[in-house]
């Protein structure tokens, strides 16, 4: 008697594989093969905001030297981050945001003096979505004459420090929400009283 469990078909002395173990063996590559893009998109953000806080603590100690020789002051918007790079020389560049969508057109990272009372500047990366979330919060106080900064111990400013606190918590990138959550990438840094 045969048994039907272990017969199996023979082509020119060899054994072949059935249909059914062939769809395993695809399921089972198919499986890895998705396993592989998820963590290796992930490992690619986690890269990328690396390198942005890396850049980020470059830059902010380049605005504590400009503002060192400068009593103080901090780069106004428009001066913005090239000023402090590049006060001589235009070989210095301000660094590529690593999450720009268009690198063609060289998305630095963007940068905002007096953002309160309390924000001396800040800094922000495009985040893992690829927008800049802030900006047009941000535009849109200021105006296109800065008519809409408010004045506040001398200094024009955008918001309250409470203002300022809320909207910076609702626009950060949080690691935890996924490769792709909305948010930027902020470092700011505060005034010492």
């Known amino acids: ?23 395993i063996v695809l399921a089972v590559f198919s499986i890895l093969t998705l396993l592989f893009l998820v963590t290796s998109q992930e490992v690619m953000v986690r890269t990328r905001a690396a390198r ?27 001066q913005g981050l090239f000023k402090i790079l590049n006060p ?32 001396r500047w800040i800094i922000v990366s495009r985040g893992p979505n690829g927008t800049l979330n802030v900006d047009p919060t941000i535009r849109a106080l200021k105006g296109t004459d800065g008519s809409g900064l408010s004045q506040g111990a001398g200094q ?20 935890t929400n996924g490769t792709n959550s909305a948010g930027d ?5 505060r005034r010492r009283h």
Do not use: C
């Open 156 to 175: 024009p400013y955008l918001m309250t420090p409470d203002e300022a606190d809320e909207f910076i918590r609702q626009h950060t990138y949080d690691p």
């Open 52 to 78: 942005v806080a890396n850049d980020h603590r470059v830059l902010a100690d380049q605005i504590a030297l400009y503002a060192f020789d400068r009593g103080g002051r901090v780069p106004t918007d428009p």
């Open 88 to 119: 001589y020389r235009i070989e210095r560049e301000v660094p590529v945001d690593p999450f720009s969508v268009n690198r063609a057109e060289r998305e630095t990272y963007a940068y905002y003096a007096n953002l309160s009372p309390e924000h």
């Open 1 to 23: 008697m045969i048994d039907r469990a272990r017969h199996h078909r023979w082509i020119g002395g060899v054994r072949g594989l059935t249909l059914n173990e062939m769809l």
């Open 185 to 189: 990438i902020i470092t700011i840094e």
